[in-house]
């Protein structure tokens, strides 16, 4: 029996039972007869369906992508069903997707490289929420509100604590596991230290012999010059320079200044690396993202190898965060410390719960 020959209950069994968005998209676009099966009523179901095998959990997809200023980010916000907002949940469901692809090797890496797997269909679910979790919490309480003289006041530090209390302790462990992946893509690959640039450029060139090209390369990945458009990119975010992120044009560029070359490329020593890093990390997942693709190539740490994309350029990223202004600056980001408060609130030990997301005891991935 041919496939067209189906009993229209069976073709829409199919339907139903399709694990993404595209395969339906493309098994209506088989013939006219598969197209019409869909009635108009049962498009947006068997979407969601799909959508919610793809990029579940679609309740706090729908959370994140519905939320807004007029509104407490922890209140519920049952909304209809519609094409539009299926339009967005695909969109971050896309971002949060990518971030499973980069786990693995962020989270095993080094001594832990062998141990090296792909997550479960369960994993993913799991760090799918995680995401949107952790975006909600930036779209809400990273913003220019809330600024580093007032963020610790108890009203302001109850607030973000209302939207945490939502979710139980092993939730905020999944959370917490997803938050130093992030941290660990932007120390290597957005907004490294001048010691791990220089560890990269030793171990790429041991002798030394690419100093004559510094003038006009990436340090990183012996990237060419900036091309348009990350130029373009640059001017659209142009803002006034300031502090921990003023971009440093009074360096020459000339092959007579071949270590000031490697550390301009860097963000600064340890101590002052960690306090860029603390300030990158209230950026939500979809801004890191885009900024770990921003790399003018791809070489090494290409997307096509999967580690999760290439170097950034440091005017791109310095260019993006003055484009958001002076809060940004000197304001660290506030997930981890409210986790600690709420886990005291229900008698635990915050550091102790972060112990065991390091250990692998905890988190989206566990022994």
């Known amino acids: 029996m041919f496939f067209s020959d189906l009993a229209n209950e069976l073709v829409l069994q199919i339907f139903q039972s399709c694990p993404t968005v595209p395969d339906v998209l493309a098994l209506a676009a088989t013939c006219h007869h598969f197209r019409n099966i869909l009635t108009p009523s049962q498009k947006l179901p068997v979407l969601y369906q799909a959508a919610e095998a793809q990029f579940g959990p679609l309740q706090d997809a729908i959370q994140l992508v519905t939320h807004n200023s007029s509104q407490a980010a922890h209140v519920p916000r049952p909304v209809p069903r519609s094409f539009a907002l299926l339009t967005q949940i695909i969109s971050v469901g896309h971002v949060a997707n990518t971030w499973g692809q980069i786990y693995p090797f962020q989270k095993w890496k080094h001594d832990q490289a062998p141990s090296r797997r792909l997550l479960s269909s369960n994993e993913h679910y799991l760090l799918r929420r995680a995401i949107y979790r952790l975006w909600l919490y930036s779209s809400a309480f990273h913003t220019p509100r809330h600024t580093r003289l007032i963020r610790t006041q108890v009203p302001l530090v109850r607030e973000r604590a209302e939207l945490l209390r939502c979710w139980p302790t092993a939730h905020l462990a999944e959370m917490l596991d997803m938050h130093a992946i992030m941290r660990s893509v932007l120390r290597s690959h ?64 000339s092959k007579y200044h071949y270590h000031d070359a490697i550390l301009a490329e860097g963000w600064g020593d340890e101590i002052h690396h960690y306090y860029v890093v603390e300030d990158m990390l209230k950026l939500d997942p979809g801004q890191i993202l885009l900024l770990r693709d921003s790399g003018v190539g791809k070489g090494d ?32 980001e506030t997930f981890q410390e409210t986790v600690a408060w709420v886990i005291r609130e229900r008698g635990g030990d915050g550091d102790e719960v972060k112990g065991e997301v390091e250990d692998g005891f905890e988190g989206v991935t566990r022994w």
């Open 190 to 253: 957005i907004c490294p230290s001048n010691g791990t640039v220089a560890r990269k450029h030793r171990a790429r060139f041991p002798d030394g012999s690419s100093s004559h090209v510094l003038s006009n390369t990436h340090i990183h990945l012996n990237y060419p010059p900036l091309s348009s458009s990350a130029l373009l990119f640059q001017t659209h975010f142009h803002s006034t320079n300031h502090g921990l992120f003023q971009w440093d044009q009074s360096r020459p560029s």
């Open 301 to 332: 740490f290409g997307v096509g190898s999967g580690s999760g994309g290439g170097v950034a350029s440091k005017g791109v990223v310095e260019a993006f965060v003055r484009g958001l202004g002076e809060w940004f600056e000197n304001n660290g």
